[in-house]
C-alpha cells in the first residue's frame, strides 16, 4: 500500500531556516500536503503542491517537489519559536480515492532561541 | 462557523465498557474521516464516509464501528472498550471536491484502564 515517511526530529535555532523532508511510494499521488499540529490541538493545512508542480512558495514556505524521486520538502525561512510543533506530509489521490489521505508519522520541529 | 467540532475532549473508561464519540462539521462536507493518533504511529484511517448513510473500513476498524445518519454527523462506537484503543482520536472532513484538503477537529484523548 501507499507509504509516507519523514524523518522524526529536527531542531534549529531561532531565524535559521528548516526544512523538512518527506517521501513517498505512491506514484498516482496526486496532492501532496504539509499539515502543522500544535500541542493539543488537530492538523491544520499549512499548504499543498499539485503533483504537476515542481515548487510552490507560501510568504516563508517554500514546498518543492521532485516527482521523479517522490520527494518532498517544507521550507520555512526565518523560523520563529511559533513555529515549534509536528508537522506532517500527506498525500491523497484527491476525490479518485474518497478524499483518503495517507499521512507520514510527523517531524516533530523543534525551535531553540 | 465552527468548523469541526468533536464531544467529549476527555474520556476514561474501565475495560469494557462501551462509549460514542460524536464528530461534527458546519461546513457542507461530503467526507467524513475518523483517525486515531499514537506517539510514533502518526494518523491511522479507522473509518471514513463518502455521505449521509455510507460508511466504509480504513486502515484500523477492528473494534470499531461508526454511523453517518446526517451529513453533518460522523459517530464513532467503541462497544467494548480495550487498554488498546487508548488514543488520541482525530475526527476530519473533506468537501469531496478534487483536491482532498482535510479539516480536523480538536481531537479527543480517550483512555482505557
Known amino acids: 500500500g501507499e507509504d509516507v515517511e519523514q524523518s522524526l526530529f529536527l531542531s534549529v535555532r531561532e531565524g535559521d531556516s528548516s526544512v523538512i523532508n518527506c517521501t513517498y511510494t505512491d506514484s498516482s499521488s496526486t496532492y501532496l500536503y504539509w499539515y502543522k499540529q500544535e500541542p493539543g490541538a488537530g492538523l491544520q493545512l499549512l499548504t499543498y503542491?499539485?503533483?504537476?508542480?515542481d515548487m510552490k512558495q507560501d510568504q516563508r514556505l517554500t514546498v518543492l517537489l521532485n516527482k521523479k524521486d517522490k520527494h518532498l520538502s517544507l521550507r520555512i525561512a526565518d523560523t520563529q519559536t511559533g513555529d515549534s510543533a509536528i508537522y506532517f506530509c500527506?498525500?491523497?489521490?484527491?476525490?479518485?480515492?474518497?478524499?483518503?489521505?495517507?499521512f507520514g508519522d510527523g517531524t516533530t520541529l523543534t525551535v531553540k532561541p | 462557523n465552527a468548523g469541526v467540532t468533536q464531544t467529549p475532549k476527555f474520556r476514561v473508561l474501565k475495560t469494557g465498557q462501551s462509549m460514542t464519540l460524536l464528530c461534527a462539521q458546519d461546513m457542507n462536507h461530503e467526507y467524513m474521516y475518523w483517525y486515531r493518533q499514537d506517539p510514533g504511529m502518526g494518523l491511522r484511517l479507522i473509518h471514513y464516509?463518502?455521505?449521509?448513510?455510507?460508511?466504509a473500513k480504513g486502515e484500523v476498524p477492528d473494534g470499531y464501528n461508526v454511523s453517518r445518519l446526517k451529513k453533518q454527523n460522523f459517530l464513532l462506537g467503541l462497544e467494548s472498550a480495550a487498554p488498546s484503543q487508548t488514543s488520541v482520536y482525530f475526527c476530519a472532513s473533506s468537501r469531496g471536491t478534487d483536491l482532498g484538503t482535510q479539516y480536523f477537529g480538536p481531537g479527543t484523548r480517550l483512555t482505557v484502564l
Open positions: 464516509s463518502v455521505g449521509e448513510g455510507t460508511t
Open positions: 500527506a498525500e491523497s489521490r484527491g476525490n479518485t480515492n474518497a478524499g483518503k489521505s495517507t
Open positions: 503542491i499539485f503533483s504537476n508542480m
